[in-house]
Every structure is written in structure tokens, then in C-alpha cells.
């Protein structure tokens, strides 16, 4: 059944613009493209926004809302460090699902410009403070001492990235299956035995 | 000091063009930044190969032999299933590094073209192939059962591949360093005490 259309606003654009890019790679993408996904001509979208860039820019500001206002959530913001760790890494799995193509986009940026190196600096600060908490369950002996913060976290997180590149919806998985496979082979050490 | 030049063969340029490729994308990367990159003139790179397309080929090729390869190592098709796994892990972390520019080429394919599925497709048959080697861990009681496998797989090697985002030669960190967290993380659980 087709979804009653909504007419196009910039919140509107952005999604269509965000499945192309995450399909297209952003380089790869044209405005043509989007045009195209949206059904709309060029020079209306052009009504809307000034390009590709602003695009782009409003994609990856919205993944990084996600990732910053998740960090204010209790689970992630009380208690001890190692189980405001479980809970965050948890919370980035679901949201490279829940925000799946916003997620796709800021995780395949490559500093190209300005907008991307933003995007790149504040997934930087939200890395740094993650790696605080893997230092602070350190300090607490919690976590295992001999692991490097900034490594823990840039593996961790690469784990959680990757959702994005093989992800499907409505495949076999639920975004909970795939956060507590994260969760167990991260903090539980999945082999057993001698 | 400025290494002596090697006259330009096709493995020659299939690395300048791999570094390339890593560092604009392949959908940014055209043949004049090859030839740039490589100090010659175009029609000198098509005297050598056909274009863009051959160059990401041999460099994929180069990837996916590099790890079909170490399958055949000992550690990894000898022994208990869940050593066997750890080894692989490890080597794949080592590889992600050891081979950066053709790890990095492979892991970023999307699918744009026949070439593109082509690795695509045997990188999944080496995916598989790990999947096995968990079911058995599994079946052997040495791996967590309740994990699917081939979910592990996925998060296992999206942990390594990003390792070529990241990962700076020279940097602080050494290849062994990083291998030896991606295991610890996986395999050890670093959660301590309760």
C-alpha cells in the first residue's frame, strides 16, 4: 500500500537524500539522483536547500544528536562506570539501527570537507568521553587494566559500525538480537572451557 | 632520504593507485590523481593497464588472496575449533594492517560494480567459511551456543576491518598491540568481577 504523501519538506528531503547516499556513497551521489529518489525536479529540492553539502550537513547532525542525547539517558550516565559501558555500547548497536542511515552516513565520512571534518571531530569528542568511562571502570577494577581506553573504544565502536554495512530491515534479525550479541561477545568473553 | 625509483610496473602502480583509493575513495579517486600520485602521464598508467576498474581488481585480488592464504596457515586448520577462531581473528587483525591499502579498498566495496561483487561475494565465502569454523567451537562446547554465527562473524571482522580507519603506520600503536585487543576483547571478556 502506497504511504499517503506528505509534500516534501527539508526534514523530508534529508531522508531521501540520507537512502541515497547511504546506497551511492556520498561522492557517488548527485543532487540528479536525489531529485530522482524524491520524484520531485531539481530546481524544487533547490527550493528547499542550498545543495548536497547542507544535506549532508543535516544527516550527520542528526546522527550525532542521537549518539550525544543518548549519553544523557540514566543507564548511561549513573552508576558504576562498567555498567554505564554495557549501556552505551548497547545503545550505539540499536542506534545503528534505529538511525540507520544518518548512522550510515557519519560512519563512512572521510573528512573530504569542512562538514565532514566537523561531523569527524565530534564523533572524536563522543569517542573521548567513552574512553573516559572505559578508564574510569579501569580505575574501579572493573575492566580489564592491560586494554588500552582509546583502543577498547575505536574497536568497540567499529564493532558497532559495522551493523550499518550488512544490516538489513526486516531481515532475520531484531535490533535486539544484534545489541545483545555486541553486549556478550564484548563483555561476557563468548568461549568457554579450559 | 627519497627511495630510488623502481621504473613503473603494474604492481608498482596497482600501490600508488591502492593508496589513492584509500585515501579518496575509488568513486573520488579518477585516473588523473593516479597519475599524479604515480609523477607520470596518464597515456604512460593505460600503456600498463586498461583503467580505474583493473587497477581496484588487482588490488581486491590482492586482499582476498592475502586472507584465503592465511586459512592455510596451521593455526588455523589445525587444532581445536575455538584456537583455530582465535588465530584467524587474530591474523585478520594483523592483515588489516599488514595489507592497509588493499584491506581498506576491500572493506569499503559496495557493490558498484561487477569487480566490486565479485570480491564481494568471495569475501562472503571466507565469512562462511569462519561461520563454520564458530558452529563447530560451538558444537565442541568451546563457544558461547547462544550467539548466532554467522551474527558473530560479521561483528567479529566489522571489529577488524575498522582497524583500517583508524590505524596510522608509524603511529603508537603496533600491529601486535592492536591484535592482541581485538582478541582480549573478543575472546577474554574484559569485564572484570562481578
Same mark, same amino acid.
Given at each position: 500500500m502506497e504511504q499517503p504523501r506528505r509534500p516534501y519538506d527539508i526534514d523530508r528531503l534529508t531522508d531521501v537524500a540520507l537512502a541515497v547516499f547511504a546506497q551511492r556513497g556520498f561522492d557517488g551521489a548527485s543532487m540528479d539522483d536525489v531529485a530522482r529518489a524524491a520524484g520531485i525536479t531539481k530546481a524544487a529540492i533547490y527550493h528547499h536547500v542550498s545543495g548536497k553539502e547542507e544535506l549532508l550537513e543535516r544527516g550527520l547532525r542528526r546522527a550525532l544528536e542521537a549518539l550525544f542525547a543518548m549519553l544523557d539517558e540514566s543507564g548511561a550516565s549513573e552508576g558504576r562506570p562498567v555498567e554505564r559501558l554495557r549501556y552505551i555500547v548497547r545503545r550505539v548497536a540499536e542506534l545503528a539501527i534505529e538511525v540507520l542511515p544518518e548512522l550510515t552516513v557519519l560512519v563512512r565520512? &572521510?573528512?573530504?570537507?569542512e562538514t565532514e571534518r566537523n561531523a569527524i571531530e565530534r564523533r572524536r569528542a563522543f569517542d573521548a568521553i567513552v574512553a573516559g568511562i572505559v578508564r574510569a571502570a579501569q580505575e574501579a577494577g572493573?575492566?580489564?587494566?592491560?586494554?588500552d581506553a582509546a583502543i577498547v573504544v575505536r574497536l568497540i565502536f567499529g564493532m558497532c559500525n559495522s551493523i550499518v554495512e550488512w544490516y538489513r530491515p526486516?531481515? &532475520?534479525?531484531t535490533s535486539s538480537d544484534i545489541a545483545d550479541a555486541v553486549v556478550r561477545i564484548v563483555f561476557e568473553g563468548p568461549q568457554l572451557g579450559p
Open positions: 565520512v &572521510r573528512g573530504n570537507s572493573e575492566f580489564d587494566p592491560a586494554l526486516h531481515g &532475520r534479525y
